[in-house]
């Protein structure tokens, strides 16, 4: 590559990537994936973003209709739209998926996320961290003398800022749901 | 009435009904229960392979000469991964085959056994869909879909992985009738509303151009006699990828010739100066494409394609129409004879005159001169004494496969046979195998590349075997051709390991095998040496001897338009910058 004078980690001159045809802003998008709960499934969501070197910043996955063995499958991703409409499609051609969504566009949505916050602390920064819990409507679910366990649910920037607060209060650890969301409205 | 069965018994039953006449395989540990039941029965024939990847070209071979499903038999563990190249080859080019696994006992899955690894994780992205059928009540369900969606909307390669205990177990017969395909129905008919405005866009266009690919030869033969109506109707020039070769006669009045890289003068040059590019079954790929802020800059590009994840994927498609093409083709029609639609006939016949000029230049002109034969020369000659047969041609990958679809000339579908997207040396000789059984009184011929030809030679002996009169036509120039090509234009001419020494003299070879070998040198032998190959009822290996470092051309370097390709007289050295030299 030296002899080449391209400078390392250069992608620019790739015939992969030359398209200015697309718009290269990054946007952030919410799929929910409809799939045949069956075997192996979520390897093939997960191994198309892999191999295609599409971002997932959030998954959740369980069953939604256990008698149709259906799974609903909620991605969060990053991309420019060109990437999301490549997305979309290539996840739509996966043959156990049933369809796919596109939150983000197909009208207004809920997302909501589910998260644990273990939180220790003594003396007026455990008194500031339940005080923030009831702000934040986070119920506690285990506490001992040095330490809580809230539960919180909402929106993804919800859950940051109330992990933001907890920081200096002595967060020791943080489990995540990742994003669940539906559309609004009778449909 | 149900019918018991063994699993083993389920998976030949279910063969037949597929109307599988022909099965290529290698057996093993895993399989040997389905191998009972093959040595017990007359209707399908098996096709012992020499390596399982040669199994899986053969059955790429057969399928894409007939239109029909290939059928590649293979057993656990390494039988499995070495057809993962087939799996992959067959993936990019979307061609429709069944490869049927065995696998370690279900009980014993995960345990690391003898021969076992994790099948249906290893080709789960080679793959258009697997399956690992671990109830014997379901297999035969499961097989008739993995043909179902192995042939359905875009084809590609599917793969069975059958534990040995299901092959024992018995249960119900499913039969096809009874086995559920709604899981898998993929749009064919196109969007009318988009079908009308490319129906506007043709009688619009003052240089239209169609771009045709591999899709029009999987849609069947009505697509291609459907597109051959539709260029007679519009006279519209038509030029093609690699992998639609044949789906327009190459003597039609208004074929271009091959697009792309290696494409034809003419070809490239109607795509970049077009205003309305046609798009039928064809993906944009970059051996295409070339430089793509650069590529056909003033055009309107309009994008048939049956799978939606093809559109926009490279190239945005002002008018984009998913949907099989032959339905699209035939909507299409209808709607331009409904509408008593005309071109514009004027810009049309100024258009073919721009072109006319274009062809002037003879792209693929050569100098046959001295004692030494020149690869073109060779081909030109094999076109010359063939092109009247029932022939059937496939390649092997590099400069004699561009070689070859620049000089040969294919007047229907399905009779040209070569590894275009995944680019896999060694295809050609397993493919001719797998052609040559579907069609076993026609001539077959492997225009292959002496480094390409070795990769799979071993399956000299399934030819000898099965009787096949595959004719291994190699064009030898002691080098790997396009590796050679690119170290001379791209890397000072240093010429690292792309060279064969210590190569097999390949008429002792034949022989070795009990077939039979012919050497070429002389450009004047050439001829009756073509013949005597043509008429020896038998597998022959034709070493034609040719020039070490000819080049192929036109060519359109790496990180260029289209407008700017190299022809056979060009000084051809730094005419890639290095911007183009990281590409591939």
Redesign the interface.
Known sequence: MSALKIKKGSTSHSAYNLRPNFSDVQERHTLAVLVDNEPGVLARVIGLFAGRGYNIDSLTVAEVDHTGHMSRITIVTTGTPQVIEQIKAQLGRIVPVHGVNDLTVEGASVERELALFKVNGAGEKRVEALRLADIFRANVVDSTLESFVFEITGAPEKIDAFADLMRPLGLLEVARTGVAALSRGAQ | MTRQMTGARMVVQALKDQGVDTVFGYPGGAVLPIYDEIFQQNDIRHILVRHEQGAVHAAEGYARSTGKVGVALVTSGPGATNAVTGLTDALLDSIPIVVLSGQVPTFMIGSDAFQEADT??IT??CT??NW?AKDTATLAETIHTAFH?ARTGRPGPVLVDIPKDVQFASAAYTEIEKSDTS??QPQTKGDINEINELVEAIAAAERPVFYTGGGVINSGPKASALLRELVEATGIPITSTLMGLGAYPASGENWLGMLGMHGLYEANMAMHDCDLMINIGARFD?RITG???AFSPNSIKAHIDI???S??????ADIPIVGDVASVLSDLLKVWKAQGRRVNREAIANWQGQISEWRKINCLDFKQEGKVIKPQYALQRLEALTKDMDRYITTEVGQHQMWAAQYLGFEDPNRWMTSGGLGTMGYGFPASIGVQMAHQDSLVINVAGEASWLMNMQEMGTAVQFRLPVKQFILNNERLGMVRQWQELLHGERYSHSWSEALPDFVKLAEAFGAKGILCSDPDDLDDAIMEMINYDGPVIFDCLVEKHENCFPMIP??KPHNEMLLGEANTQGVIQ???????
């Open positions: 249906v994780g789960r992205p258009k869909h690992l969606v899981i898998y970059d430089l793509i802020s799978d939606p994840s559109i926009n994927k490279v190239i945005k790496s990180g290095a911007g183009g030299a990281v590409m591939v």
